[in-house]
Each structure stands twice: as C-alpha cells, then as structure tokens.
C-alpha cells in the first residue's frame, strides 16, 4: 500500500472516478495537508505587504526562499507521510535537505528589516511545522518543539512569543498526526479486508484439495483393488474377471462424475450419502460392514461424512481388514477394522491429521489407536459445534 501512496503524491493526481475509496481517503489527506503548508506560507506573507513596499528587493528575496521552502517542505511531508500506518526509519534523504536550507533562511531573515523579519521567520516556521509534525521519533520532535519555541521567540522579541509558537505548534503537529493516523487506520483496514479476502480464497483452495483427495483416493484406493483382483482373477482363467473389470469401469465413471461435481462446486457432503457408498466399496472389496449410526444429531452430520469417508479410504489402502464396523455411542462415533495386525497405520499424508484439524475447529477430537488386533478411529463429538460447519 506504501507504494501505491508514493504514487498518489506525484502530479498531476489521477482522476478522481478512478481510484478506490483507499486512494480518496489517501488523496484528499495528503493534498489537504498540502494545502495548509501552502496556505499558512500566502497568510504570513500577505500579512507582511503593507509593511514591505520600502523594501521590494528584500520582499523578492523572501518569497522565492519561501518558494524553494515550500517545495522542500513538501517533498518532506510526502515522506513523512509515507511512514504510517507502520513506524520506520527517519527518511533522512527527503527530510536533510529541508534543514539545510531552513538554517541558512533563518540566519537571511535576521538580516532583513523589522516588518519583514517576523513574517519571514513565521513562514519558515509554518514550513517546518507542517513538514515535520508528523514525526514519530522522541529524538526528533522534541528537537522540533524546542525550534517550535523558540523561533517566535527569537524574531518576534517578547517574552510570550515561545509559549504562542509552542502551542500553536501542538495544534499543527496534533492535526497531522491525527490526519496520519486516521489515513493509517483506513489503509490497515483495507489491508486487512484483502488478506481475509485472500484467506477465504485459501480455505476454499483447501476445502477443495480435501474433497478431491477424500473422493478420488477412495475410488482410486478400490479401483487399484479391483483391477488387481481383476487381473488375478484373469490369470487364473476365472469367468469372473470380465465382471470385476466392468466394475473397475463404473467406478472410474463414478470418480469422473463425482470429479466433475466437485469442480463445479456442486457436490455436498451427506452422511447417508458417504455410508451407501462406504458400504458398497467395502462390500465390492470382500469386507463386511457393519452400521449402527443412530442418534447422531443431525448437526454432526456431515463431520461424520467426513470421518466415513476419511477411514473407509484408509481401510481400502492401508489395511487387510475382513470387517468394518461403524458405530455411534455417547457422543462417540467410532469406525473400528480388524485389519490392524497387517496394516501400517498412518495419515496418508493430508489423511487422518488434516480431518484432525478440520474436527478441532468445531470442538471434536480424534484419536487413532490399535485395540486389540483392531485399528480404531474414535471422535468425541461435544453437544454443539465450535463453528458453522462448511465444506
């Protein structure tokens, strides 16, 4: 966002109708403060006209050097601006040269006669005051308020001249500041929107890569079974092998249809849905199941879709189970295989951890143990869900 501000400091602005409600808020803030540095130089030197009609040599000289003030005056602000919302380093190349011109304009405006003297120096003043208030360096604007105070001091004469100028110079850095700040707060806001509008983004991307690895690893995890058994089947010149190839067949035509869907985004996850397609891969792969899931709220519904899918798809690929009990009890909902003793246990990667995670998220916990010559997926379902569940 800082460069895009740099940018809005160029001229000519770009045109109003096309820049966001950011760029507004940018633009109108800094061409305001602009305006009040330019402004306060024309008042202080208007005022001084009456006075210096003897002098015009003297009165060229002080508006040029206010000239040449002012553009460095600004190319400082542009800086300074530049440094909210986050605090950074003093940007030395821009602020360096508005100092070094300030000092040899004070010791110019010593020199010049007495109804000039104090407009000179109060537009010297101003210049500094708007340039530089926005300073957040300790260092740096207690030096400011000290010059603050005692320039009016030095060219006015009179004792309340340096309390005038230190509090009129509070008001001019407090303006700034607050001006900064609320640009600050606008630009963090919008910085804020893009990255949940980036995070939503994201948790879709995952969403999706989950649904595709649950679906296409469980159709691909029985079809490599069957077209093995298909095979096996075919060198032993068993009758059947024409059979199991058809069905390796519809279940790849299964797996497009459901790919598809999920590309479209059309595809939801039912419980009814995931145990009728569980039952009937286990089944096609010669292992018994058994379902007893009544009870469950309907709320944790498609959680436990998620679980069915999850560990029916491990059980095809990591497991030699012979049976498959899917079970729902107190709160607990459980998914046991007696396939343990020849199985090597795991996540599959993006597997049992990322449906741990997705489950922490509405307050569920799971937990994969061996029991007995079982391997048992366990979750502990509270009463309410954490959060919305979402695909």
Same mark, same amino acid.
């Given at each position: 966002?800082?460069?895009?501000?740099?940018?809005?400091?160029?001229?000519?602005?770009?045109?109003?109708? +096309?820049?966001?409600?950011?760029?507004?808020?940018?633009?109108?803030?800094?061409?305001?403060?602009?305006?009040?540095?330019?402004?306060?130089?024309?008042?202080?030197?208007?005022?001084?006209?009456?006075?210096?009609?003897?002098?015009?040599?003297?009165?060229?000289?002080?508006?040029?050097?206010? /000239?040449?003030?002012?553009?460095?005056?600004?190319?400082?602000?542009?800086?300074?601006?530049? @440094?909210?919302?986050?605090?950074?380093?003093?940007?030395?190349?821009?602020?360096?040269?508005?100092?070094?011109?300030?000092?040899?304009?004070?010791?110019?405006?010593?020199?010049?006669?007495?109804?000039?003297?104090?407009?000179?120096?109060?537009?010297?003043?101003?210049?500094?005051?708007?340039?530089?208030?926005?300073?957040?360096?300790?260092?740096?604007?207690?030096?400011?308020?000290?010059?603050?105070?005692?320039?009016?001091?030095?060219?006015?004469?009179?004792?309340?001249?340096?309390?005038?100028?230190?509090?009129?110079?509070?008001?001019?850095?407090?303006?700034?500041?607050?001006?900064?700040?609320?640009?600050?707060?606008?630009?963090?806001?919008?910085?804020?929107?893009?990255?949940?509008?980036?995070?939503?983004?994201?948790?879709?991307?995952?969403? /999706?890569?989950?649904?595709?690895?649950?679906? +296409?690893?469980?159709?691909?995890?029985?079809?490599?079974?069957?077209?093995?058994?298909?095979?096996?089947?075919?060198?032993?010149?068993?009758?059947?092998?024409?059979?199991?190839? @058809?069905?390796?067949?519809?279940?790849?035509?299964?797996?497009?249809?459901?790919?598809? =869907?999920?590309?479209?985004?059309?595809?939801?996850?039912? @419980?009814?849905?995931?145990?009728?397609?569980?039952?009937?891969?286990?089944?096609?792969?010669?292992?018994?199941?058994?379902?007893?899931?009544?009870?469950?709220?309907?709320?944790?519904?498609?959680?436990?879709?998620?679980?069915?899918?999850?560990?029916?798809?491990?059980? @095809?690929?990591?497991?030699?189970?012979?049976?498959?009990?899917?079970?729902?009890?107190?709160?607990?909902?459980?998914?046991?295989?007696?396939?343990?003793?020849?199985?090597?246990?795991?996540?599959?990667?993006?597997?049992?951890?990322?449906?741990?995670?997705?489950?922490?998220?509405?307050?569920?916990? +799971?937990?994969?143990?061996?029991?007995?010559?079982? /391997?048992?997926?366990?979750?502990? +379902?509270? =009463?309410?869900?954490?959060?919305?569940?979402?695909?």
């Amino acid at each position: 966002m800082t460069g895009s501000r740099r940018e809005q400091g160029t001229w000519p602005p770009r045109r109003w109708a +096309l820049l966001d409600q950011v760029q507004r808020v940018d633009l109108y803030t800094r061409q305001s403060l602009y305006l009040l540095l330019w402004g306060s130089i024309v008042v202080v030197l208007g005022g001084a006209l009456p006075e210096a009609q003897d002098h015009p040599v003297a009165l060229g000289l002080v508006v040029a050097g206010a /000239f040449v003030l002012g553009l460095l005056g600004t190319q400082a602000l542009t800086a300074v601006a530049d @440094l909210y919302p986050a605090p950074g380093p003093l940007p030395w190349r821009q602020i360096a040269p508005l100092v070094a011109a300030a000092v040899p304009a004070l010791v110019g405006v010593a020199l010049l006669p007495e109804g000039l003297r104090v407009a000179a120096g109060s537009a010297v003043w101003a210049v500094l005051a708007w340039a530089l208030g926005g300073l957040r360096d300790r260092v740096a604007s207690g030096l400011l308020l000290v010059t603050l105070t005692l320039l009016p001091l030095v060219f006015a004469g009179v004792w309340w001249a340096g309390p005038y100028g230190l509090g009129v110079g509070l008001f001019f850095i407090f303006t700034i500041r607050a001006s900064l700040w609320l640009l600050g707060v606008v630009t963090e806001l919008d910085a804020a929107r893009t990255a949940q509008s980036a995070l939503a983004v994201a948790e879709e991307r995952l969403r /999706f890569s989950r649904d595709v690895h649950d679906v +296409l690893g469980r159709h691909l995890s029985t079809i490599a079974v069957q077209a093995e058994l298909g095979a096996t089947l075919a060198e032993r010149g068993d009758t059947s092998a024409p059979g199991r190839m @058809l069905e390796v067949r519809a279940l790849a035509h299964e797996a497009l249809r459901e790919a598809r =869907e999920l590309a479209r985004g059309y595809r939801s996850t039912t @419980l009814t849905q995931e145990l009728d397609g569980a039952c009937s891969l286990l089944a096609a792969a010669g292992i018994r199941t058994e379902v007893s899931v009544d009870g469950l709220d309907p709320s944790w519904h498609e959680p436990a879709a998620w679980v069915v899918r999850e560990t029916v798809t491990n059980v @095809l690929r990591h497991s030699s189970a012979t049976a498959v009990t899917i079970s729902y009890d107190d709160r607990v909902l459980e998914v046991r295989n007696d396939g343990a003793a020849a199985a090597r246990p795991g996540d599959g990667g993006s597997g049992l951890a990322g449906l741990r995670d997705r489950l922490a998220l509405l307050g569920a916990d +799971l937990e994969a143990a061996h029991d007995a010559q079982a /391997f048992v997926v366990r979750v502990r +379902l509270p =009463e309410r869900a954490a959060v919305e569940v979402g695909g």
